[in-house]
Structure formats: structure tokens, C-alpha cells
T-cell receptor
């Protein structure tokens, strides 16, 4: 069974630029999560989708971050414009249901200069 | 108050010893509890999940849950150098919201 796929794996941008990350969850997993993990901290949930609907986006900085999962499968997370403090690893995870085990992708390492 | 709190460590134990990792959570609506292991530069990977009070054993790992005390722990028996990693406690609240602790760094000394 293929795992969660993410791209790109690494990204370096300058502040005020925009960036987008892509995630393809495990086949059949209805729930998809985006996390931000800053060095030395635990993952922080940014947004949770159930199929193509948003379940929780309470910690998503909506003035600069957006995410979509239009067909209920893969998802895109965008940052526009980026700030220095957005430097982090962005993790995508998926699960069969909303309370089940989450499986993580390899992450995208973002460095904002 | 943070939703999930862990001792940040670092925790060092000799090879073959028992490592004990602790986690407390604030929301009594928390329903499911998870321990993840994260090697440096890698993504978290699930070690164990636990849903009801008591102990759950899987090989060298034992998770313990006490909902009355809002406490969950992970014991690693016969610790190996390959167990050296950061251990993340995660809590699911009301079936939707997930919160991770900051992690405990474990080093197993050969």
C-alpha cells in the first residue's frame, strides 16, 4: 500500500513570496490533515478535511494560509505572502476516519529567507 | 494552558533499561491517545494507540492510560540504541481535534 505522498520535499523562498505544497493521501482515507512543525516543537494542526469539507481550521492563519481538497482526494496548502516565521516542516497526514490512526507523509521543509 | 504536555527531556537511559515517558492532557473530552516516534529529520510514525483505561502492550512497548488523572504514559522495556528518538504524545478531542505535545527526546546509551 502506497503511503502519503508530498511534494516538493524542500523549498527555499524569500519573504513575501508565495509557495504551494501538494499532498496525496493513502487511497481510501477520507480524512486529511495539514500540520506545521517548527524545529523543536510538536506538530501543530493547521487544517483537517473530511472528504472535501473542512472539519477544523481554527489554527490556520487565514490571512496568509489557504488549503483546498476539491475532489476529496489530494490537497494543496498555500502560503501567500510568506513570512520568516513560516519556516518549518509542513506535514500531511491521512486517516480512514476522523479519530483514527494518522499516517504521515515525508513532509516539506520550507525555509523563508 | 497547553492541551498536551510532555517533559521535554532529554531523557537518557542505558541500553537494556526501562524508559518511561509521560504525558498529561487538559481536555476531559479527549477520546483517543497516541504515541508517535520521530527520528531526527523524519516524519512521525505511530507506535501505539490507546482508547480505554489501563495498560496496552505491544512487544517492548506498554501504553498506560488513566482518564481520571488525565495521564497517559509509554514504557519501553529493554531499551535499544535504535529507540533513540523524540516521542510525541497526541490526543484526539471529541473525535475531531488533534493536539500533539512538544515531544520528549530519548537517548539510549550503549
Amino acid at each position: 500500500e502506497a503511503g502519503v505522498a508530498q511534494s516538493p520535499r524542500y523549498k527555499i523562498i524569500e519573504k513575501r513570496q508565495s509557495v504551494a505544497f501538494w499532498c496525496n493521501p493513502i487511497s481510501g482515507h477520507a480524512t486529511l490533515y495539514w500540520y506545521q512543525q517548527i524545529l523543536g516543537q510538536g506538530p501543530k494542526l493547521l487544517i483537517q478535511f473530511q472528504n472535501n469539507g473542512v472539519v477544523d481550521d481554527s489554527q490556520l492563519p487565514k490571512d496568509r494560509f489557504s488549503a483546498e481538497r476539491l475532489k476529496g482526494v489530494d490537497s494543496t496548502l498555500k502560503i501567500q505572502p510568506a513570512k520568516l516565521e513560516d519556516s518549518a516542516v509542513y506535514l500531511c497526514a491521512s486517516s480512514l476516519g476522523g479519530a483514527g490512526t494518522q499516517y504521515f507523509g515525508p513532509g516539506t521543509r520550507l525555509l523563508v529567507l | 494552558q497547553k492541551e498536551v504536555e510532555q517533559n521535554s527531556g532529554p531523557l537518557s537511559v542505558p541500553e537494556g533499561a526501562i524508559a518511561s515517558l509521560n504525558c498529561t492532557y487538559s481536555d476531559r473530552g479527549s477520546q483517543s491517545f497516541f504515541w508517535y516516534r520521530q527520528y531526527s529529520g523524519k516524519s512521525p510514525e505511530l507506535i501505539m494507540s490507546i482508547y480505554s483505561n489501563g495498560d496496552k502492550e505491544d512487544g517492548r512497548f506498554t501504553a498506560q492510560l488513566n482518564k481520571a488523572s488525565q495521564y497517559v504514559s509509554l514504557l519501553i522495556r529493554d531499551s535499544q540504541p535504535s529507540d533513540s528518538a523524540t516521542y510525541l504524545c497526541a490526543v484526539n478531542v471529541n473525535g475531531n481535534q488533534f493536539y500533539f505535545g512538544t515531544g520528549t527526546s530519548l537517548t539510549v546509551i550503549p
